[in-house]
């Protein structure tokens, strides 16, 4: 049985930094592992995606120069570094894992986590 778990959300002022771990259990069977992310009243949207091989990456523009996701093949865990952090990052953030693509569509993924709040205050 397949599993995400992901940790490290919290509260956090505006500027402020964070980061979020996602754990896989199971056997994905998954190309690429994703971020994405909620807020109230709107859809899901892509924050970031890795590469299992080679680790490439792709990054949401509202993220870019901020955020960074990375992963540790070894551990089966991929992390997002988010630093300066802005109140309109506040969501809850979900982790997938995904095989065939399209990589910043949730149509992409199969497997998803349960999600972990961010909040960002000012």
């Known amino acids: 049985q397949v599993q995400l778990v992901e940790s490290g959300g919290g509260l956090v002022q505006a500027g402020g930094s964070l980061r979020l771990s996602c754990a896989a259990s199971?056997?994905?069977?998954?190309?690429?592992m994703g971020w994405f992310r909620q807020a109230p009243g709107t859809e899901r949207e892509f924050v970031a995606v890795i590469r299992w091989s080679g680790g490439s990456t792709n990054y949401a523009d509202s993220v870019k120069g901020r955020f960074t996701i990375s992963n540790d093949n070894a551990k089966n865990t991929v992390y997002l570094q988010m630093n300066s952090l802005k109140i309109e990052d506040t969501a809850v953030y979900f982790c997938?894992?995904?095989?065939?693509?399209?990589?910043?569509?949730?149509?992409?993924?199969?497997?998803w986590g349960q999600g972990t709040q961010v909040t960002v205050s000012s």
């Open positions: 199971g056997r994905t069977s998954s190309n690429y």
């Open positions: 997938a894992a995904g095989r065939g693509g399209p990589w910043s569509l949730t149509s992409g993924y199969t497997y």
